[in-house]
Every structure is written in C-alpha cells, then in structure tokens.
C-alpha cells in the first residue's frame, strides 16, 4: 500500500461548488503539506502543518482552507472553486529534523478540474 | 525573477549520453538543496540531495556552487528509464519551506 494517499485522484466540479481533497499517510510523519502544480510552474505551497495543532499558510493560502483531522489525515478544502484553481494537488509528508534530513514524500496527486 | 530556475528543456539525447543539467538560486541564505525527479502525471519523488562537498549516487553526480549560486546535475551512461522531468529544489527561509524550480525535461531516445 503506498505510504501517501489522495483522495479523489480526479475531480470535475462546477465553479462555485465547494470541494474537498483528502490526504492520509501511514509513514508516522508530523508534518504535512499541500501543494498545487500549474503547467510551466513550480509546486507552490498552499498550507502546512508540523502537528494537529498547527496550521500555517503558505504562498497561495487565498481561496483554500484546510483541516488537520489526526495526525495521518489532512485535508484541503476549496470553499467556491473558481476555474483558475483547475491544478493538479500534492499532498506531502516529511518527518522534520535538520534541513538534509526534512525529506517530502508526495501522494499520487489529485487532478481537479474547475468547469 | 525566479526563486529557482531551470531551463525547462527538452534534451535529447540518445541513450548513453552524458547530460547535464543546471539550475540557479536567489536566496543567498538557502541550506538544503535537492534533485527531484517527476514522471508525467505522477508525483515528483526525491532523487538525490545536494551536499556542498558534491555527491554521486551511481549515474548521477549533483554539485553545488554556493558562490555563483547554482546547483548542477550530471547523468551519465542514461538510460530509456531516465526519460522524465528533473526538479530543482531549493529550501526558502526555513528548512520545511521547499522552493521547486519549473523542471527540465530529458528525452532518452533508443
């Protein structure tokens, strides 16, 4: 079973519907991240989380919210999707430590398409 | 400009060859420094980290020039199985903050 799962791994909506993403990981790690890829760009970092009790927002927060249910389990939300939010998502995991030592290991992704 | 940046490619090369990839940084103060690889469609997975003595993990050899602000990637002999975009990623202000350079893809051709 792979150690990082997403669920839906492909989603059609409407814009102004409200979706949710899930993520859960069986690797023990604390901390959890999502993140959205856009052809030609980067990953950018939408959240994060080092623990149940910690969410921080990263570059592109706006538009998106998100729940840390357990520490295996985040989830991120698109309160009204909106077409430009159409991206294929990653959820990550690391275990924290120094910095060579902070390894993500991403889901399979989550393509989600905003009619 | 760009945190992270690659030339986003495509190189073709046929298999055997030498390539090498290179990708420049703006954050002076960045630490940790890796190579990620991404299969189309699939979720990027980490293919070396990036130490500042350079580091080679069989084929391929990573180096870093903290000076001018580059980070390099040298694969040899390549493979079919090479064929996938290669991500430079780069830490920001702190150590869990990844920054991802766009990708450069390589094409192994038979």
């Known amino acids: 079973d792979a150690d990082v799962t997403q669920t839906p791994r492909n989603r059609i909506t409407k814009t102004g519907k409200r979706i949710m993403l899930e993520c859960s990981q069986t690797?023990?790690?604390?901390?959890m991240y999502w993140y959205r890829q856009d052809p030609g760009l980067g990953l950018r970092l939408i959240y994060y989380?080092?623990?149940?009790?910690?969410?921080n927002k990263g570059e592109i927060s706006d538009g998106y919210s998100v729940s840390r249910q357990a520490q295996a389990k985040f989830s991120l939300s698109l309160e009204s999707a909106i077409p430009n939010q159409t991206a294929l998502y990653f959820c990550a995991t690391s275990a924290g430590g120094g910095p060579h030592t902070d390894t993500q290991y991403f889901g399979p992704g989550t393509r989600l398409t905003v009619l | 400009r760009k945190e992270v940046e690659q030339d986003p490619g495509p190189f073709n090369v046929p298999e055997g060859a030498t390539v090498a990839f290179n990708c420049t940084y703006s954050n002076s103060a960045s630490q940790s420094f890796f190579w990620y690889r991404q299969d189309c469609r699939k979720e990027p997975k980490l293919l070396m980290s990036v130490y500042s003595s350079g580091n080679e993990d069989g084929r391929f050899t990573a180096q870093l020039n903290r000076a001018s602000q580059y980070i390099s990637l040298l694969i040899r002999d390549s493979k079919l199985s090479d064929s996938a975009t290669y991500l430079c990623?780069?830490?920001?202000?702190?150590?869990?903050?990844?920054?991802f350079g766009s990708g450069t893809r390589l094409l192994v051709r038979p």
């Open positions: 690797k023990g790690h604390d901390r």
């Open positions: 989380s080092f623990d149940v009790k910690d969410i």
């Open positions: 990623v780069v830490n920001g202000d702190s150590s869990y903050k990844l920054i």
